[in-house]
Nanobody, 124 residues
């Protein structure tokens, strides 16, 4: 079993920045074996992929809507993945979810493990 706990959400003004963190844990969980991702779900919309980073940290992928503004990073020593969000827009308002999967492709679509989510609200 893998537990993912997000933090860092809150209210921010448009144009501002926010950093989300996701701490991963599990009795037999080896963080460096997992690809990590971020998704978000806005009110009335389906959950959508935001960003992913493979286990080595070499390969990253972003949704077109966040390219150039968001950066996903990971610290394998701390079992933590981050999402740095800059130049935030009101349309970035959503619940942000951390995700993990051993498969780097599946983490972008149907990851096995999910966090509980953290709310990010961007005011105009």
């Amino acid at each position: 079993q893998v537990q993912l706990v997000e933090s860092g959400g809150g209210l921010v003004q448009a144009g501002g920045s926010q950093r989300l963190s996701c701490a991963a844990a599990g009795r037999t969980f080896i963080f460096s074996n997992y690809a990590m991702g971020w998704f978000r779900q806005a009110p009335g919309k389906e959950r959508e992929f935001v960003a992913a980073r493979d286990w080595s940290g070499v390969s990253t992928d972003y949704a077109d809507s966040v390219k150039g503004r968001f950066t996903i990073s990971r610290d394998n020593a701390k079992n933590t993945v981050y999402l740095q969000m800059n130049s935030l827009k009101p349309e970035d308002t959503a619940v942000y979810y951390c995700a993990a999967d051993v498969d780097a492709r599946r983490v972008r679509t149907t990851p096995r493990y999910w966090g509980q989510g953290t709310q990010v609200t961007v005011s105009s």
